[in-house]
């Protein structure tokens, strides 16, 4: 784990919200966060906290083939992506990444697949399998400036 990384263990879904609600005040207009982390292992559920929390009262479910949906909260618009099935380059630049920056905070599903599109400043969150069924570690990484922007949001479900 990297210095600069913040991480929380998490043994429901519940929790997994909890920690994303955390999140969610913290966040602003421009913010990218990665979601990464094997198939079931929250990416969509650590969403739908965040959804919840900045006041989205739609259902938030996998955009998988869809590949991106607009969600208005009250506090705050969602771009929800997934880009696991994105095949390349140009399918990225059709995601117009820019214009989804200029007016919203943009979650990108298996987001790791298209790094270099992203900007430099963007939130990493990690999601790995515990020991137990649900059993989650989730690491928090976007570098130093994220490393205080972050305080206290891990903590609401410590390791
Ligand atoms: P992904 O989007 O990463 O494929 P989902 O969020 O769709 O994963 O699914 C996660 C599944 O794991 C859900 O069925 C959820 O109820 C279950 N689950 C069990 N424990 C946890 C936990 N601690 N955190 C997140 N999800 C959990
Ligand atoms: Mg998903």
């Known amino acids: 784990m990297s210095g600069t990384a913040r991480c929380a263990c998490t043994s429901s879904v519940e929790q997994t919200r909890a920690v994303a609600a955390a999140l969610a005040p913290r966040l602003r207009v421009g913010d990218v966060l990665v979601l990464t982390g094997d198939l079931g292992a929250g990416k969509t559920a ?29 506090e705050l618009t969602l771009h929800h992506l997934d880009v696991y099935r994105l095949d390349d380059v140009a399918e990225t630049l059709d995601l ?12 990108i599903e298996w987001g790791e697949q298209i790094l270099d599109a992203l900007p430099a400043g963007h939130l990493v969150i990690r999601l790995v399998y515990g020991e137990g069924d649900d059993d989650r570690e989730l690491h928090l990484d976007g570098g130093a400036d994220w490393f205080d922007r972050l305080d206290g949001v891990a903590e609401v479900v410590s390791c």
Not at 96 to 107: A, E, H, N, R, Y
């Open 96 to 107: 117009d990444l820019p214009d989804l920056m200029d007016s919203g905070v943009t979650v």
């Open 46 to 74: 650590f969403t739908q906290g965040l959804a919840a929390a900045v006041g989205v009262d739609e259902p938030v479910t996998s955009p998988t083939f869809t590949i991106a949906s607009r969600y208005d909260g009250a």
